[in-house]
């Protein structure tokens, strides 16, 4: 059993920055690949970005050069630094592992 915590979301202005964070617990020897996905209304659920133990990332075209993942292993948490939001970013944002996933953190971008 996994648990996954996400927390940062909120009201951000077209061209602000948020940075979300996710929180996971339980048996770590399960945790390797972390992604942030996330679902607009009426859209589907999408990879935003994805991280490994190791560091490695991969990104979804559309946030490329705006968004940023990062982990910290010892805190078992993973960062989504999001930059130059746009009102097409606003999502409910999601983090996943494996088979679990958090509850969801809502991003509003909007002036």
């Known amino acids: 059993q996994v648990q996954l915590m996400e927390s940062g979301g909120g009201l951000v202005q077209p061209g602000g920055s948020l940075r979300l964070s996710c929180t996971y617990s339980?048996?770590?020897?399960?945790?390797?690949?972390v992604g942030w996905y996330r679902q607009a209304p009426g859209k589907e659920r999408e990879l935003v970005a994805s991280?490994?133990?190791?560091?490695?990332?991969v990104y979804v075209n559309s946030v490329l050069g705006r968004f940023t993942i990062s982990r910290d292993n010892a805190k078992n948490t993973v960062f989504l630094q999001m930059n130059s939001l746009a009102p097409s970013d606003t999502a409910v944002y999601y983090c996943?592992?494996?088979?679990?996933w958090g509850q969801g953190t809502q991003v509003t971008v909007s002036s």
């Open positions: 991280i490994d133990r190791a560091g490695a990332t």
């Open positions: 339980g048996r770590d020897f399960f945790i390797n690949v």
């Open positions: 996943k592992t494996a088979s679990w």
